[in-house]
């Protein structure tokens, strides 16, 4: 069973530091969609891409996310500088996109991110 | 503004018995609802959704109750086992389908004693 899988799974950097997260989706989802969920929180979303193209951006938390799919399949997410507040677990999703159906979105394990 | 609420952070209850989890949203373009459970170190996984052309979704030991009018929805637990222990999330969608964005409650702790 091919999942979604995230790596690294854990990330431990210095402020300032630029980090980058990969997600590989269930092969043949079309969608992928990134999430932020701090402590206690439910997961926040940041984007979504169907196939290669980024649909919805405008809640990335601030200049220093990015993420990009380059070729519809896997996706990377980075944070340049990043700060203190930063620290969270980082989920991706992906579903598959049928017209006149609804698509449930399946989660990775997470990436932990500890900013020191 | 939270969107999504989900006002008991936690629910004790006992094997064999029924688990009630619920959850309030606010906005009225929401037309997809869905339930989440998550594991310590683990992402969420699916668990049932329901539009909201039904009230009622079923699949074995869970059921979702949507009530429109309230803007209220619940997760039935029936019987209650104690690996169902674990974080619930209730999320909603816009739009006709779960392929936009989600907006997640908070969460409920469910723990099941044996």
Known sequence: ?116 | DQQVKQNSPSLSVQEGRISILNCDYTNSMFDYFLWYKKYPAEGPTFLISISSIKDKNEDGRFTVFLNKSAKHLSLHIVPSQPGDSAVYFCAASEGGNAGNMLTFGGGTRLMVKP
């Open chain 1, 1 to 116: 069973d091919t999942g979604v899988s995230q790596d690294p799974r854990h990330k431990i950097t210095k402020r300032g530091q630029n980090v980058t997260f990969r997600c590989d989706p269930i092969s043949e989802h079309n969608r992928l969609y990134w999430y932020r969920q701090t402590l206690g929180q439910g997961p926040e979303f940041l984007t979504y891409f169907q196939n290669e193209a980024q649909l919805e951006k405008s809640r990335l938390l601030s200049d220093r996310f990015s993420a990009e799919r380059p070729k519809g399949s896997f996706s990377t997410l980075e944070i340049q500088r990043t700060e203190q507040g930063d620290s969270a677990m980082y989920l991706c999703a992906s579903s598959l996109a049928r017209t006149g159906r609804t698509d449930t979105q399946y989660f990775g394990p997470g990436t932990r991110l500890t900013v020191l």
